[in-house]
Every structure is written in C-alpha cells, then in structure tokens.
C-alpha cells in the first residue's frame, strides 16, 4: 500500500481550561494559557498511525497552521507516530473555508490518499473544515467515524449519527473525521519524543500557497454566557420531589 | 428573501428540531423545505413552509449527493438551514464548501439576516458574527429557537429527481431500539456520569426516565468508559438538551458537559462530592451515594 494519509491539526486552548472573555469583547484570552493538541486531532493521528501500521497507509505527514509557536502540536504529531509534518506558517486566525482552502493545497501537493482530521476543534466549535474541505477537492466524506476501515481502494466508515451508526463505503481519496470512540490515542513515549525532534518539520510560507484565506465572518462581539445561580442542597430524594412539585413545578 | 430549510423526517414524523429550524428560517422570509427520502407530506403540513421540495431517491441522507443537489438549488435562496443534528452537521458544511461560503453552525439566536450568535469554546462564550456570503449556510441550535406546530400548513409539494452518488455507498445503518423520547426533544433528561460505576448501573436510571418519561443522556466520561453508546452523549461534543428538567446523577460537570445541558430549566444533581462543579449550575442538589438516593428517589415519584 502507498497511500499518504494526511493529517491536519490545530493548536488550541487545552481542554482543561476554562476560558475568560476578554474586556473589550473581541475575543477570549489566550495570552499566558495552557495550549495543546485539539483532542479530536489526537484521534485523527492514533487512526493515521494505527493504519500505517497495519500496513493500508505507507507516510503519515502532520500539517498545522499558525506561527511558529504552532510547531509544538508537530512535534506531538510525530511522537505519536507520524513520519513527518509541515507548518503553514501565518500570524492569522483563519476560517474553515480559509483553512480548507491551505489544506486543499497540501493534499494536492502531497498527493495524499486520505485526509483524516478532528470533528471539530475545541475552540471555535466550528465541525465544518472537513466537510468543506472534502467539497473543494471533490472526494466523498466520512464524518464523525466510529471505526475505519481500508481495503480495496475504499474506506468503510461506521459514523456517530443521532439515533446510532451509519457504514457508509467511499472510494478514495477520501476525507474522515474522527469522533470520540474512534480509537483511545496513545501517550507519546520520551524516546518517542525525543526521536520525534529529529523528524522532518518543514515551513511553509502561507502566501507562497497562492489561495485565498479571506475571513467571510465579522466577530461583531465576544460575550460572557449569563450564569445560573447556585441552587439549594437538600437532604433527601423525598424532599427534592417535594421541590419539584410544588417549588420548581416542573414535575 | 427566501430560506430553504432541510427538513428531517422520523416515522412519518417532522424531528422537532427541523421545527425550530423552520421557526428560525421564517424569520428571513419566506421558507421553501426539501426532504430526502420519504416524508414530504409532514413536511408540507407544517405552518410557515410555501413550497415542498421532496426527493424521495435519496433515502439515505448521504451528503454527496444532498450537499450537490442543494447546491445546485442555491442561488434561489438568501439562507439555507438545518437543524444542528447528526444530518445537518454532516451535509450543510460539505454545501458550504461548494458554494464557496463560510458556514455558521449552532446558531442560537438571529441578530438580522446576516448577524448571527453562537456559542465558542464549549459554550464558555457567545460570539456574534456577522457574514458577507450572499448566500448564508445555517445549522440551528433547537434548543433555543421554539418550534413551529406539526400541523396547519399546506404547502405544494414538488418532487425532484435525485442525482447519483458513485463515491459514497450507504452500507447499513444500526439504530438503538428505544421507546423513550429522543434526548434533544424530551421534557425531562436524566444523565448518568463516571460516578455510575459501569454500564450495568445504567440501568438503575431507567425506572426514574420510566416514572418521568425522560430521556436517558450520559456525560462523555461515562461514554469514554464505555458505560454507554456515543449516542447518549450530552455535552460540547454530543448532544445539546435544554428540558425543562434535567438530572445529572454522578456526573461531575465538566466544562464541555455543562455546555452541552446548562439552558435547561430546572437542573438537579447527585453526586456524593460535594466540591462537584455541578452543583454550581444545579437549582437543587444531593450530596450523597447515588446507589442510596436513586432507590429513594424511585420511590419518591
């Protein structure tokens, strides 16, 4: 098997923290916070590295946009497994569409057979970048994956839907994005660590890529959610019905 | 202005869902539906919709060919909107794609026709945007926008016919059987955490869900555990449920759980830590071990 599977990641906040707005209301604070790998992506590698080896992928080549400090997510990348990666360089927070557009040109360029990438980054919320980057290059989608299997030229997804799973069967190329159960990612190793910062990490200039990453969305405002107030403890299963029924008349 | 709202249908049946999303849509104008699959006629008795467009080939909702054919309708619609469900966060963003457009996903409340307000970073804030598409790509947050009735419209319904799909095969699809209401729509939810122990203990909610006649929804660390399936899962990354009540047992309230059930009405919680974020949410809470409070609460209903 030759195929090339790659994989886009993003840098995001760490799961773990609970972001603040910021005063002015533009956005949320990132300064001075913990960042890490989207978890989604983290899945997206383990599958990618799982099928190469067991043998239905030859390459897994890591790509991530932002500045230089979004070299660390690579590095993770490649601990975990991935052979190589790549670091479309720019200062800019970039769209779905924008994002779709650099990652059409890398696929192209790279000729990758399979695209397998996070649902949806912990960030923006978006679950959207694969989807859309699946449009523009033309390759059918499998989106929220349970379970991925490749053979014979095609991939059979098991996919997270509302009521249980869907299998759906696509000819590659392809593009997977991966949920939750797809697979538990493995911690990366130190010796794997260390052998990861003497795999190849090459930079990409983002205008050199020639396409366009012009935001369509304007943020009017970043605003705080109203909070709930903190209820009342009570004693016993019998009182809280009691509550219910009479106080909050819900039931 | 017109919208052409997806429309899902179940057993003959509108998802409430794609209701709120036509209420959404009825704010830009006029709304046109399409449906996949049988079901045009629910479709077309629901109040507000002008016109049905119904493709009964494409049984299967895959978003090759849904995401083509929508594009294909485009250019005569100012928005085009689904419900935030499984479907529409599947094909809305692919039809995005191919028109060259940035989607909006989840959007819980409508500024004007081109403002928009969604939630961010597991719901910890709200960003409104504005969008310079011509054409905007919705997904709505049903929690958040009251659905229009299942009856009383009469729209015309036109069939169309559906184009080939060769690089995306459906292959099968598993539903869980349950009687219960569907998590997104249910008046009352009843969610089990890490707390529950194992899959078998799921079980201990089911008399309480039978008493209430809620929904069963776990958080995702009870789904990482593998107490119970994905689809169950309320949180960022699952479901959005806002019921009018909701009772998280043994769940902690991790951020990307408490964005996923925090606009519910009434929010109760048991959970034996007391230093349990959940309770910070909760109207009425219960420090205790939840193999004694569930029985008791059995009994108390």
Not at chain 1, 229 to 235: C, F, L, S, Y
Not at chain 2, 171 to 200: N, Y
């Amino acid at each position: 098997m030759t195929m090339k599977v790659l994989v886009p990641v993003k840098r995001v906040v760490d799961y773990n923290v609970k972001v603040r707005v910021a005063a002015d209301g533009s956005g949320v604070e990132t300064q001075g916070v913990k960042m890490s790998m989207n978890p989604f992506d983290e899945i997206a590698v383990e599958e990618a590295v799982r099928l190469r080896e067991k043998g239905a992928a030859k390459e897994v080549v890591a790509v991530t946009i932002g500045a230089q400090a979004a070299q660390d997510v690579l590095r993770t990348a490649m601990a975990m497994g991935a052979d190589r990666a790549i670091l479309v360089r720019t200062d800019d927070t970039l769209e779905p569409r924008a994002v779709a557009n650099v990652l059409k040109a890398i696929a192209t360029r790279e000729e990758a057979g399979l695209v397998c990438m996070g649902k949806q980054a912990i960030d923006d919320d978006m679950n959207a970048t694969g989807q859309i980057l699946a449009a523009k290059l033309g390759w059918p989608q499998g989106t929220f994956a349970s379970a991925v299997t490749v053979a014979d030229g095609r991939v059979e997804v098991a996919r997270e839907i509302d009521g249980g799973t869907e299998v759906v069967s696509l000819t590659l190329p392809a593009v997977i994005t991966a949920d939750l159960r797809l697979n538990e990612p493995r911690y990366a190793s130190l010796p794997n660590i260390m052998k990861a910062r003497k795999k190849p990490l090459e930079t990409v200039e983002i205008d050199s890529l020639g396409v366009d990453t012009a935001s369509r969305l304007t943020v009017v405002s970043v605003a705080e959610p109203s909070e709930r107030k903190e209820g009342i403890k009570v004693n016993s299963a019998a009182e809280l019905v009691e509550k219910l029924k009479t106080e909050a008349k819900v039931i | 202005m017109t919208a052409l709202v997806l429309v899902e249908v179940e057993n003959g049946a509108v998802r409430q869902a794609s209701r709120s999303a036509v209420a959404a849509a009825s704010r830009f104008g006029a709304v046109d539906a399409i449906v996949f699959g049988d079901g045009a006629e629910a479709a077309a008795a629901l109040p507000g919709v002008t016109r049905v467009l119904s493709v009964p080939a494409l049984v299967n909702d895959l978003a090759e060919p849904t995401a083509d054919l929508l594009a294909a309708r485009a250019k005569d619609y100012s928005h085009i909107v689904a419900a935030a469900s499984a479907t529409g966060k599947n094909i809305l963003p692919r039809l995005a794609g191919l028109l060259d457009v940035q989607p909006i996903p989840d959007v819980v409340e409508i500024k004007d026709a081109d403002t928009f307000v969604r939630p961010i970073y597991a719901g910890n804030a709200l960003a409104t945007v504005r969008s310079s598409d011509s054409i905007k790509v919705l997904t709505i947050r049903g929690s958040n926008f009251d659905p229009v009735a299942a009856e009383g419209g009469s729209a015309t319904i036109e069939t169309i016919e559906a184009p080939a799909s060769e690089k995306s095969v459906f292959v099968k699809v598993e539903l869980s059987a349950s009687d219960r209401p569907e998590l997104e729509s249910a008046r009352v939810v009843i969610s089990g955490g890490k707390g529950m122990k194992d899959a078998a203990n799921f079980k201990l909610l089911e008399p309480i869900a039978d008493k209430l006649n809620a929904a069963i929804g776990a958080s995702r660390a009870a789904v990482d555990s593998g107490f119970a399936p994905n689809e169950m899962q309320v949180g960022q990354t699952g479901k959005i449920v806002a019921p009018e009540l909701y009772i998280a047992v043994g769940l902690s309230g991790a951020i990307q759980h408490l964005a996923g059930m925090k606009d519910s009405r009434v929010i109760v919680a048991i959970n034996a830590d007391p230093e349990a974020p959940i309770f910070k949410v909760a109207d009425y809470g219960i420090v205790g071990d939840l193999f004694e409070v569930l029985p008791e609460l059995e009994k108390a209903l």
